[in-house]
């Protein structure tokens, strides 16, 4: 009975094994051929995408992006797909080749770029803080001491940078960033910290917060594919390059991120 | 995978420690409440009974998460300012409880009434009689039901990761994350679980075996 455990065990670990490694084929030809992408998004994010409660449809500068980048792709009778993703299932998503490509808030670091590829930069945000109207943190700088707690977003680059900007700070992660604000507005937290433009949409949304001091790092958002990919990565770019080209690119920005308190339109084109 | 583990050890052993504590003390508090709850539900009085039965009803049938998350984000808002493990500690203590009291009431429904028949015969007083005579008794006979609460406790208290208890699958969390190596963080999480509720299986095993032979 032991014996026979054991070996289904180590059968199924092989079949995990196995699974990981699988060879992948041209991704590209894949998308032609069946006329479809399919996107990783957010649907939590509020201005990038987030799932609307009342058309109960998926709207945000992401998803007008990947709606545009598909026609210009696939033609006009493109789809495109949306799947829903996280901070925390982005990666493993792609990787498992559930979604084709991710256009989810997603900064392009050196670490990220050993496990997936990316496009060009197609926003140009940075990490800031978002507090209490009535908090005396004024910036990065009043972060770093003991006894702080900053609350943020598992698997995104705010964990680390603040490791890097203020260390003396407690960092504690959520899941999303529903669940990081719910947090500070309970008070478990003293500061919340992510990239300014979704900061900047939970701003524009709740009252009694702001954006605390300039933002601290560059965080270029770009859309991720798999690796070894070469005709699909270039196919985005050549997409994206003529959308910014034709001015397409401009007006939704325009469309999602004017007269947002504390940001700036001109700074987030890239 | 091992290197994963030799990399980050003090983090997974940081949140072993947290599981532990949080199961420990939710462990000692929901067997505490969930035999007083017990016990009024089996009580002569009526009002005690359906005090206890709310209770009961209420734990049961909402999810651990809501429960946690009321604890977590509601009270500090209005009553006292309670960290994420503390939340997650009372929450899996109060949900565990009510299916405790369930478990516990059953044992002392299967001990005969004439046990408490007799003992009140001989002259002992109502709480005599159960604290010496059907408790006991209960127990024994809720021991399997008992320790498949404790595993589900262990596993519940993962429920801490949310609301950043620091335990370990928020470590998992936030090692996967960080070094993108997802399933290896998860399966090293896995075997920690496993060195926890391993034991507590096979002890209770063993109680239940001691328990049979003292009957015969």
Known sequence: MRKVTKALLVSLLALFMAGCGKPRGNEYHQIVKTKTITWGIKTDTRLFGLLSVKSGKEEGFELDLARAMTKQMLGPTGQAKFVQTTAKTKIPLLLSRSVDVVLATMTITSARQKIVAFTHPYFAAGQSILVKDSSPIKGIKSLNRRGIVVLAVKGTTAVDNMKKFAPKARVQEYDDYVQAFAALKSGQGDAMTTDNGILAGIASENRGYHLAGKTFTDEPYGMALNKHQPDLRNALNKSLAVLKQNGTYRRLVEKWFTGIKGFSVKEAEH | ?216
């Open chain 2, 1 to 216: 995978m091992f290197t994963l583990f030799a990399n980050n050890w003090p983090t997974y052993l940081s949140g072993f420690g947290y599981t532990i504590a949080a199961s420990v003390l939710a462990l000692i508090a929901s067997l505490i409440l969930g035999t007083v709850f017990a016990l009024l539900e089996v009580s002569e009085s009526r009002a005690l009974r359906g005090l206890a039965s709310t209770y009961i009803e209420i734990f049961r049938n909402i999810p651990l998460l809501v429960v946690t998350m009321v604890f977590y984000l509601v009270i500090p808002m209005y009553v006292v300012k309670i960290n994420g493990f503390t939340a997650g500690t009372i929450g899996l203590s109060l949900y565990t409880s009510a299916f405790i009291a369930e478990t516990i009431r059953s044992g002392i429904n299967a001990v005969r009434s004439g046990q408490m028949e007799g003992a009140r015969s001989n002259g002992m007083t109502y709480i005599e009689a159960m604290r010496y005579v059907i408790l006991p008794q209960a127990f024994r006979f809720s021991l399997p039901a008992l320790g498949n609460q404790f595993v589900n406790l262990v596993k519940n208290s993962s429920v801490l990761s949310f609301v950043a208890g620091f335990d370990l699958m928020y470590q998992a969390d936030s090692i996967a994350f960080s070094t993108y190596q997802v399933l290896p963080s998860y399966l090293i999480v896995g075997i920690f679980y496993l060195i926890l509720t391993m034991p507590l299986s096979y002890y209770m095993k063993h109680l239940e075996k001691g328990g049979r032979k003292q009957d015969v």
